[in-house]
């Protein structure tokens, strides 16, 4: 009789073991511990962020001729005037007059010359975009820490 508690015991040791060990896997996966399966949340999560913030990126593409293509959402209640946009700390559009923009307009924003961008390779970029309201107060957006990712086009 004892041998066979002992077995009951030890059979439910394993089973309480396996399922500590698989929630602790979903719970490392998710927060991105294991290179390659909390990725695609991350990307997501980036993703969604840009295209609601109050200077928005809803749309972008990067392809490996040194060219980005970027679509720029003003979300703020009044226009703004577009002053400067830099990834990684370079400045690739610099307007001296300024570039109005209308709340809830959306514009076509060239980033040219860029680094190079192979096709199928990932990039992460920090952005920055300098503004000013139409009370004349400058204001610099950096999304707080999220960077501008995604995959290489052709």
Known sequence: MKLKKLAQTATEYLIILA????I???VVSVMGGIPGIGKSG???AEKAFWATSDIA?????NTQNNNMTINMRNNLQEGITLNTFSLDGVTYYNATAGFYVESGETINLPVIG????????????AVEINYT??????????????????QCGN
Do not use: E, R, W
């Open 19 to 22: 399922v500590v060990i698989v």
């Open 24 to 26: 602790a896997l979903i």
């Open 42 to 44: 991350q990307d997501k």
């Open 57 to 61: 990126i809803p749309a972008y593409a």
């Open 114 to 125: 860029k680094p190079v961008c192979t096709a199928g390779d990932t990039y992460s970029y």
């Open 133 to 150: 309201t139409m009370t004349g107060k400058g204001y610099t957006f950096n999304g707080y820490g999220h960077k501008l990712a995604g």
